[in-house]
Each structure stands twice: as structure tokens, then as C-alpha cells.
């Protein structure tokens, strides 16, 4: 009837959500969300130029 699914190789993302303290994830997690902000605020200054530039 329910057939189970082929396990598959773990991978160092899983590894890391599935081992990781919390302490680290955090230090993680702070790190990429700085990144994200960091290019959604030069996305948003080249938006600005470029309406800024348009006829």
C-alpha cells in the first residue's frame, strides 16, 4: 500500500540542521540574512539610479 521512500546520502546542509547547536545555526542565520539585506539594499540604490536616469 504506502511505499517507503530510498534513503539518500545525507548532505552537509541536512548535517549541519540536523547537528549544529543552536548557538552556531544563529551565528549562521545572522550571517546569510546580512548578506541578503546587504544585496536588497544595493538592488534598491540601482533601482533609484536607474529611475533617477530615466527620461
Not at 33 to 55: D, F, M, V, Y
Request: no cysteine.
Amino acid at each position: 500500500m504506502f511505499r517507503r521512500q530510498p534513503k539518500v546520502a545525507s548532505t552537509a546542509f541536512s548535517d549541519f540542521i540536523r547537528y549544529a547547536s543552536s548557538k552556531e545555526k544563529k551565528r549562521i542565520y545572522a550571517k546569510v540574512l546580512e548578506g541578503a539585506s546587504e544585496r536588497q539594499r544595493k538592488q534598491i540604490e540601482q533601482a533609484q539610479i536607474t529611475r533617477i536616469n530615466a527620461p
